[in-house]
Antibody, heavy 119, light 111 residues
Framework: QLQLQESGPGLVKPSETLSLTCTVS??????????WGWIRQPPGKGLEWIGSIYYSGSTYYNPSLKSRVTISVDTSKNQFSLKLSSVTAADTAVYYC???????????WGQGTLVTVSS | QSVLTQPPSASGTPGQRVTISCSGSSSNIGSNYVYWYQQLPGTAPKLLIY???QRPSGVPDRFSGSKSGTSASLAISGLRSEDEADYYCAAWDDSLSGYWVFGGGTKLTVL
Protein backbone atom coordinates (compact mmCIF):
# COMPACT_ATOMS: atom_id res chain seq x y z
CA GLN A 1 0.00 0.00 0.00
CA LEU A 2 1.49 3.31 -1.09
CA GLN A 3 2.04 5.81 1.69
CA LEU A 4 3.29 9.39 1.62
CA GLN A 5 4.47 11.25 4.71
CA GLU A 6 5.31 14.93 4.97
CA SER A 7 7.94 16.16 7.39
CA GLY A 8 9.50 19.48 8.26
CA PRO A 9 9.25 22.48 10.60
CA GLY A 10 5.77 23.48 11.68
CA LEU A 11 6.78 27.10 12.25
CA VAL A 12 8.65 29.36 9.84
CA LYS A 13 9.50 33.02 10.28
CA PRO A 14 8.35 35.63 7.74
CA SER A 15 10.79 36.21 4.87
CA GLU A 16 12.47 32.85 5.48
CA THR A 17 12.29 29.67 3.39
CA LEU A 18 9.78 26.92 4.08
CA SER A 19 11.25 23.44 3.56
CA LEU A 20 9.31 20.19 3.56
CA THR A 21 10.13 16.62 2.58
CA CYS A 22 7.80 13.85 1.48
CA THR A 23 8.88 10.26 2.07
CA VAL A 24 7.27 7.66 -0.17
CA SER A 25 6.88 4.08 1.05
CA UNK A 26 5.20 1.04 -0.45
CA UNK A 27 6.23 2.07 -3.96
CA UNK A 28 9.09 3.54 -5.95
CA UNK A 29 9.33 7.24 -6.64
CA UNK A 30 11.17 6.24 -9.82
CA UNK A 31 8.03 4.74 -11.35
CA UNK A 32 7.75 5.90 -14.92
CA UNK A 33 4.01 6.48 -14.61
CA UNK A 34 3.83 9.07 -11.90
CA UNK A 35 4.54 12.62 -10.90
CA TRP A 36 4.96 13.72 -7.31
CA GLY A 37 3.41 16.97 -6.21
CA TRP A 38 2.68 19.46 -3.48
CA ILE A 39 -0.73 20.98 -2.73
CA ARG A 40 -1.59 23.35 0.09
CA GLN A 41 -4.73 24.39 1.92
CA PRO A 42 -4.86 27.56 4.07
CA PRO A 43 -6.96 27.12 7.22
CA GLY A 44 -10.64 27.10 6.30
CA LYS A 45 -9.91 27.65 2.63
CA GLY A 46 -9.62 25.71 -0.60
CA LEU A 47 -6.89 23.68 -2.27
CA GLU A 48 -4.02 25.18 -4.26
CA TRP A 49 -1.65 23.11 -6.39
CA ILE A 50 1.95 24.24 -5.87
CA GLY A 51 3.91 22.11 -8.31
CA SER A 52 5.08 18.64 -9.27
CA ILE A 53 8.20 16.70 -10.21
CA TYR A 54 9.02 13.59 -12.23
CA TYR A 55 11.70 11.20 -11.00
CA SER A 56 13.99 12.47 -13.74
CA GLY A 57 13.86 15.93 -12.16
CA SER A 58 11.47 17.51 -14.65
CA THR A 59 9.23 20.01 -12.86
CA TYR A 60 6.22 22.19 -13.46
CA TYR A 61 4.83 24.81 -11.13
CA ASN A 62 1.78 26.91 -10.44
CA PRO A 63 2.48 30.19 -12.28
CA SER A 64 1.38 32.23 -9.26
CA LEU A 65 4.06 30.62 -7.05
CA LYS A 66 6.73 29.74 -9.62
CA SER A 67 9.12 32.53 -8.67
CA ARG A 68 9.34 31.28 -5.07
CA VAL A 69 9.09 27.50 -5.44
CA THR A 70 11.68 24.78 -5.93
CA ILE A 71 10.78 21.09 -5.93
CA SER A 72 13.51 18.47 -6.00
CA VAL A 73 13.72 14.68 -5.88
CA ASP A 74 16.10 12.22 -4.23
CA THR A 75 15.45 8.81 -5.76
CA SER A 76 18.03 7.12 -3.51
CA LYS A 77 15.94 8.04 -0.47
CA ASN A 78 12.56 7.73 -2.23
CA GLN A 79 11.85 11.33 -1.23
CA PHE A 80 10.94 14.61 -2.84
CA SER A 81 11.11 18.07 -1.32
CA LEU A 82 9.54 21.52 -1.43
CA LYS A 83 11.20 24.85 -0.82
CA LEU A 84 9.12 28.03 -0.74
CA SER A 85 11.09 31.21 -0.29
CA SER A 86 10.22 34.62 1.15
CA VAL A 87 7.20 33.33 3.03
CA THR A 88 4.51 35.53 4.55
CA ALA A 89 1.50 34.84 6.74
CA ALA A 90 -0.44 34.09 3.56
CA ASP A 91 1.68 30.95 3.15
CA THR A 92 0.30 29.48 6.38
CA ALA A 93 -1.43 26.28 5.32
CA VAL A 94 -1.65 22.54 5.56
CA TYR A 95 0.81 21.24 2.99
CA TYR A 96 0.08 17.92 1.33
CA CYS A 97 2.35 15.79 -0.81
CA UNK A 98 0.68 13.59 -3.38
CA UNK A 99 1.09 11.28 -6.34
CA UNK A 100 -0.46 11.79 -9.73
CA UNK A 101 -0.10 11.01 -13.40
CA UNK A 102 0.85 13.73 -15.85
CA UNK A 103 -2.71 14.14 -17.06
CA UNK A 104 -4.64 13.44 -13.87
CA UNK A 105 -4.72 15.18 -10.48
CA UNK A 106 -3.59 13.39 -7.29
CA UNK A 107 -4.96 9.99 -6.37
CA UNK A 108 -2.75 9.29 -3.34
CA TRP A 109 -2.19 11.97 -0.69
CA GLY A 110 -0.14 12.30 2.45
CA GLN A 111 -1.91 13.18 5.68
CA GLY A 112 -0.75 16.79 5.44
CA THR A 113 1.34 18.95 7.73
CA LEU A 114 0.45 22.38 9.08
CA VAL A 115 3.05 25.07 8.52
CA THR A 116 2.52 28.37 10.29
CA VAL A 117 4.38 31.49 9.22
CA SER A 118 4.84 33.72 12.24
CA SER A 119 7.57 35.57 14.06
CA GLN B 1 -9.72 33.61 -5.34
CA SER B 2 -9.97 30.14 -6.89
CA VAL B 3 -9.86 29.66 -10.66
CA LEU B 4 -12.91 27.37 -10.57
CA THR B 5 -16.06 28.72 -8.92
CA GLN B 6 -18.19 26.67 -6.54
CA PRO B 7 -20.98 27.68 -4.18
CA PRO B 8 -19.59 27.90 -0.64
CA SER B 9 -22.35 25.78 0.83
CA ALA B 10 -25.06 23.27 0.03
CA SER B 11 -27.45 21.29 2.16
CA GLY B 12 -30.04 18.54 2.07
CA THR B 13 -31.92 16.09 4.21
CA PRO B 14 -31.24 12.36 4.32
CA GLY B 15 -32.47 10.62 1.20
CA GLN B 16 -32.55 13.79 -0.88
CA ARG B 17 -30.58 14.50 -4.05
CA VAL B 18 -28.22 17.46 -4.03
CA THR B 19 -26.06 18.94 -6.74
CA ILE B 20 -22.90 21.01 -6.49
CA SER B 21 -21.82 23.17 -9.41
CA CYS B 22 -18.36 24.09 -10.64
CA SER B 23 -17.85 26.87 -13.16
CA GLY B 24 -14.69 27.47 -15.14
CA SER B 25 -13.55 28.70 -18.52
CA SER B 26 -12.51 27.51 -21.96
CA SER B 27 -8.93 26.96 -20.81
CA ASN B 28 -9.85 24.50 -18.06
CA ILE B 29 -13.27 22.85 -17.85
CA GLY B 30 -14.09 23.79 -21.42
CA SER B 31 -11.21 21.77 -22.83
CA ASN B 32 -10.24 19.24 -20.15
CA TYR B 33 -11.68 16.62 -17.84
CA VAL B 34 -13.20 17.54 -14.48
CA TYR B 35 -12.40 15.72 -11.25
CA TRP B 36 -14.16 15.83 -7.89
CA TYR B 37 -12.76 15.30 -4.40
CA GLN B 38 -14.43 14.69 -1.06
CA GLN B 39 -12.67 15.97 2.04
CA LEU B 40 -13.88 14.82 5.43
CA PRO B 41 -12.90 17.00 8.42
CA GLY B 42 -9.24 16.72 9.31
CA THR B 43 -8.39 14.39 6.45
CA ALA B 44 -6.78 14.59 3.04
CA PRO B 45 -9.01 14.88 -0.03
CA LYS B 46 -10.24 11.65 -1.60
CA LEU B 47 -10.81 11.30 -5.33
CA LEU B 48 -14.54 10.85 -5.92
CA ILE B 49 -15.03 11.35 -9.66
CA TYR B 50 -12.48 11.31 -12.49
CA UNK B 51 -12.76 12.16 -16.18
CA UNK B 52 -16.05 14.04 -15.68
CA UNK B 53 -18.21 11.08 -14.68
CA GLN B 54 -16.12 8.03 -13.76
CA ARG B 55 -16.06 6.61 -10.25
CA PRO B 56 -12.95 4.97 -8.72
CA SER B 57 -13.58 1.54 -7.30
CA GLY B 58 -15.22 1.75 -3.91
CA VAL B 59 -17.10 4.99 -4.56
CA PRO B 60 -20.86 4.39 -4.31
CA ASP B 61 -22.96 4.94 -7.41
CA ARG B 62 -24.91 7.54 -5.41
CA PHE B 63 -22.18 9.91 -6.57
CA SER B 64 -22.24 11.04 -10.19
CA GLY B 65 -20.58 13.73 -12.25
CA SER B 66 -21.43 15.58 -15.41
CA LYS B 67 -19.98 18.32 -17.57
CA SER B 68 -21.40 20.73 -20.09
CA GLY B 69 -19.37 23.43 -21.77
CA THR B 70 -17.40 25.30 -19.15
CA SER B 71 -19.39 24.00 -16.18
CA ALA B 72 -19.60 20.74 -14.29
CA SER B 73 -21.78 19.27 -11.57
CA LEU B 74 -21.52 16.68 -8.86
CA ALA B 75 -24.75 14.99 -7.85
CA ILE B 76 -25.29 13.01 -4.69
CA SER B 77 -28.46 10.98 -4.47
CA GLY B 78 -29.87 9.20 -1.44
CA LEU B 79 -28.04 11.66 0.81
CA ARG B 80 -26.55 10.15 3.96
CA SER B 81 -25.15 11.75 7.10
CA GLU B 82 -21.67 10.49 6.26
CA ASP B 83 -21.73 12.55 3.05
CA GLU B 84 -21.32 15.70 5.13
CA ALA B 85 -17.96 16.99 3.92
CA ASP B 86 -16.25 19.55 1.73
CA TYR B 87 -16.29 18.88 -2.01
CA TYR B 88 -13.80 20.26 -4.51
CA CYS B 89 -13.70 20.26 -8.29
CA ALA B 90 -10.42 20.23 -10.19
CA ALA B 91 -9.25 20.51 -13.79
CA TRP B 92 -6.14 21.06 -15.84
CA ASP B 93 -5.78 24.63 -17.10
CA ASP B 94 -4.08 25.05 -20.47
CA SER B 95 -3.11 28.69 -19.94
CA LEU B 96 0.51 29.74 -19.50
CA SER B 97 2.51 26.50 -19.19
CA GLY B 98 -0.45 24.55 -17.86
CA TYR B 99 -1.29 23.83 -14.27
CA TRP B 100 -3.86 22.16 -12.04
CA VAL B 101 -6.66 24.35 -10.72
CA PHE B 102 -9.20 23.72 -8.00
CA GLY B 103 -12.53 25.15 -6.97
CA GLY B 104 -12.88 26.93 -3.67
CA GLY B 105 -14.84 24.07 -2.20
CA THR B 106 -18.45 23.49 -1.20
CA LYS B 107 -19.36 22.54 2.35
CA LEU B 108 -22.22 20.05 2.26
CA THR B 109 -24.40 19.90 5.35
CA VAL B 110 -26.81 17.02 5.91
CA LEU B 111 -29.70 18.46 7.91
Amino acid sequence: QLQLQESGPGLVKPSETLSLTCTVSGGSISSSSYYWGWIRQPPGKGLEWIGSIYYSGSTYYNPSLKSRVTISVDTSKNQFSLKLSSVTAADTAVYYCARHKRVTPPDYWGQGTLVTVSS
Amino acid sequence: QSVLTQPPSASGTPGQRVTISCSGSSSNIGSNYVYWYQQLPGTAPKLLIYRNNQRPSGVPDRFSGSKSGTSASLAISGLRSEDEADYYCAAWDDSLSGYWVFGGGTKLTVL
